[in-house]
C-alpha cells in the first residue's frame, strides 16, 4: 500500500478535547455540593479558589501535556520521564485507584437521574432503599467497565460533545433566567442577602478548611485530556487551547452559579438532601417560577443522565490508558497485565469491578442512602487531591531540573523561579487541602465516628494495596516457578473469600433486600442466588489454579 492509498488519521479537534475534558472537570452538581457546606460564602471561595488555583492548575496541565506532548500516558508519563519508573508506577496506581471511588459516585447520580425521571421526586430512600439502590449502581458501572473497550475514540467524542455542552447549556439557562426573574421582582430565598452574606466567619476553624478538599475535587481532572494529546493534529499549540477554554467555562459555571442558587435556596437553612437533589429542586423551582411545571426538571434529569454516563465513559477509557499504557510491567502482577485474545487486560477489570464493589459494600454501612451519597463525595474529597499532588510534583521537577526538559511550545511562566514557586505552592495547598478533607463534614451524630473510621481506612487500603502489587510481582520474578503463592494458599484465599461472600450476601437479602417476602419464597431465592456465588467462585478457582500451573511463558 503506498502513502496515498493509506487512511488519513483522524485527529481530534482541541475544541472536542475541551469538553471531553469538561465533562471530567466541572459540572452543576459540582456547585451544589460546595453550596451546601459553605452556603453564599462558597461564591468568595469560587473566586479565591479561581485565581489561586484553577487558572495556574490549568495552565500547569497544559505546560505538561505541551512538553510531552508524544506521551501517551498523562501523569503517569510525567512522572516516570522526571522521576523515574518506581516514582511513575505509584503515581499510575493511585491516580488510577483513586478514580474508582467517583466511579461508584457518578453510578449513583446515575440512578438518582433515572429515579426523577421515572418518579419525578428525589424521595430514592422510599422508592428503591439501600440495597436496590447499591445493586442497580453496581448494575450500572459493571455494565461500564465491561464495555468500555467498546467505546472508541468517536463515541466518546460523541457522549462528551453531547453531556458536556448540554450541562453548560443547562447551566447557562438557569442562570439567565434567574437574573430575568429577579429583574421581574422575584424573591431572593437567602435572606439576608448582602455582603456579608458572601464572607466567612469562622474562616480558620476546621469545619470549614475541610471543605475545601471538595473544591480541588470538583475543579480537578483536566489532566486525564493528557492522553488524547497524541490524538491532536497540533498538541503541543492546540492542548493549551483546550485547557484555557475549561478555565473560562469553569469560571462561568462556579460564580454564576452559586449566586443563581442563593436565590432559590435559602442559604442559612438548606435541606440536608441538597447535594443528591439539589440539581433537582433547583430546575424544579426555577421550571414552576416561569409556570412551566416539572418540565424544566425532567430536561436536566435526562441530561444529567447523559452527562454522567459521559463521565463514566471517559474516566474509564482515560483513566485506563494512564494506568495501562506507560507503567512498568515489572511493578505489576503478571496476571493484571495479561491480555486476552481481543488486546483487553481482563484481570485488571475483574480487579476494578471488585473494589468498586467493596468501596459501595463499605458505603452500605451507613443508614441512609443521602448518607452513602455524602460519605462518597467527602472520601473523593480526599483522595482525589491527594492523587493530584503527582500532577504538581511533576510540574515541579521539570521547572527544578529545566535544562533536562527542552522548553516547550507553551510556556507557563517564562521565569523559572516564578514557575517553581507556583509548582511548590500548588503542590503544598492541594496536599493541605485533602489532608483537612479527613474531617468528616456532613457528618451526624450517629454517623460521625463512622465515616470517620471510613475515610482512613479507605485510603490507607489504596496506599497498602499499591505496595503489595509491586511485592507480588517481585515474589513472582524471585521463584523459580514464577509464582508468588502456593497452590494451597491461593485455595485458602478462595476459601475464605466463598464464606464471606455468602455470608454477606445471606445477611444481605435477609434483612434488607428480601424481607418483604414470606419465609419460605425468601429463603429459596437466598439459597440460590448462595448457589450461584458458589459456582463463580469456584469457576474463578478453577481458572486460578490454572494461571497458576502455568509457567511463565505460557502467561505471557
Not at 512538553?67 to 500516558?73: A, P
Not at 518506581?86 to 437521574?113: C, R
Request: contains cysteine.
Amino acid at each position: 500500500m503506498n502513502d496515498l492509498e493509506k487512511p488519513q488519521k483522524q485527529y481530534i479537534p482541541w475544541m472536542v478535547v475541551g469538553l471531553m475534558d469538561f465533562v471530567t472537570v466541572i459540572g452543576f452538581d459540582d456547585i451544589i455540593y460546595n453550596f451546601q457546606n459553605q452556603g453564599l460564602v462558597a461564591f468568595t471561595s469560587w473566586i479565591i479558589m479561581t485565581f489561586f488555583y484553577v487558572i495556574p492548575y490549568n495552565l500547569i496541565v497544559a505546560h505538561m501535556g505541551s512538553t510531552f506532548s508524544e506521551h501517551g500516558g498523562g501523569i503517569t508519563s510525567w512522572m516516570r520521564e522526571t522521576n523515574g519508573d518506581t516514582v511513575g508506577y505509584y503515581a499510575a496506581w493511585f491516580y488510577w485507584i483513586t478514580g474508582l471511588p467517583y466511579v461508584v459516585d457518578v453510578a449513583n447520580s446515575v440512578v438518582i437521574s433515572f429515579g426523577w425521571i421515572t418518579n419525578g421526586n428525589g424521595n430514592i430512600q422510599a422508592n428503591l432503599g439501600n440495597a436496590w439502590f447499591g445493586i442497580l449502581t453496581a448494575v450500572i458501572f459493571v455494565i461500564f467497565i465491561w464495555l468500555q473497550h467498546f467505546f472508541k475514540n468517536k463515541s466518546l467524542e460523541i457522549m462528551s460533545t453531547i453531556g458536556g455542552g448540554a450541562m453548560f447549556i443547562m447551566t447557562i439557562l438557569f442562570v439567565v433566567m434567574t437574573f430575568i426573574g429577579l429583574s421581574k421582582g422575584a424573591p431572593i430565598a437567602t435572606r439576608p442577602f448582602d455582603f456579608k452574606a458572601f464572607i466567612p466567619k469562622d474562616f480558620f476553624s476546621l469545619s470549614f478548611l475541610s471543605t475545601f478538599g471538595l473544591f480541588v475535587f470538583a475543579m480537578n481532572g483536566s489532566e486525564l485530556a493528557a492522553p488524547y494529546t497524541k490524538d491532536m493534529r497540533h498538541p503541543a499549540r492546540d492542548f493549551p487551547k483546550a485547557l484555557k477554554m475549561i478555565a473560562i467555562m469553569t469560571m462561568f459555571l462556579t460564580l454564576f452559579g452559586t449566586f443563581s442558587l442563593g436565590v432559590y435556596f435559602n442559604a442559612h437553612h438548606l435541606p440536608n438532601d441538597l447535594k443528591m437533589n439539589g440539581s433537582y429542586y433547583a430546575f424544579q423551582a426555577i421550571g414552576r417560577q416561569f409556570g412551566l411545571g416539572n418540565s424544566l426538571m425532567y430536561l436536566f434529569a435526562v441530561v444529567q443522565g447523559i452527562y454522567m454516563l459521559a463521565q463514566l465513559a471517559v474516566i474509564l477509557d482515560a483513566s485506563t490508558r494512564v494506568f495501562l499504557s506507560d507503567v512498568a510491567k515489572r511493578f505489576m502482577p503478571r496476571q493484571l497485565t495479561k491480555m486476552n485474545e481481543d488486546g483487553l487486560p481482563i484481570n485488571g477489570y475483574w480487579m476494578t469491578t471488585i473494589l468498586c464493589a467493596l468501596i459501595m459494600a463499605l458505603g452500605a454501612l451507613l443508614p441512609k442512602i443521602n448518607d452513602i451519597f455524602n460519605w462518597l463525595l467527602n472520601l473523593n474529597g480526599i483522595v482525589s487531591p491527594l492523587s493530584t499532588c503527582f500532577l504538581f510534583w511533576s510540574y515541579t521537577m521539570v521547572r527544578l531540573h529545566q535544562d533536562r526538559f527542552p522548553t516547550p511550545d507553551y510556556t507557563f511562566l517564562k521565569n523559572r523561579k516564578v514557575g517553581l514557586v507556583v509548582g511548590i505552592w500548588m503542590l503544598g495547598i492541594t496536599f493541605l487541602l485533602g489532608t483537612l478533607g479527613f474531617f468528616p463534614t456532613d457528618a451526624t451524630a450517629d454517623t460521625f465516628a463512622l465515616m470517620l473510621v471510613l475515610n482512613i481506612v479507605v485510603p490507607i487500603g489504596m496506599v497498602a494495596l499499591g505496595v503489595l502489587m509491586p511485592w507480588i510481582a517481585k515474589r513472582q520474578r524471585n521463584t523459580v516457578s514464577g509464582l508468588a503463592f502456593s497452590r494451597n494458599t491461593w485455595l485458602v484465599f478462595t476459601a475464605l473469600s466463598l464464606v464471606g461472600l455468602i455470608a454477606a450476601a445471606t445477611y444481605g437479602m435477609h434483612v434488607n433486600l428480601l424481607n418483604h417476602l414470606t419465609p419460605v419464597i425468601q429463603w429459596a431465592i437466598i439459597i440460590a442466588v448462595d448457589l450461584a456465588i458458589a459456582a463463580v467462585v469456584i469457576k474463578v478457582t478453577a481458572n486460578g489454579r490454572h494461571q497458576l500451573l502455568a509457567t511463565p511463558d505460557d502467561e505471557a
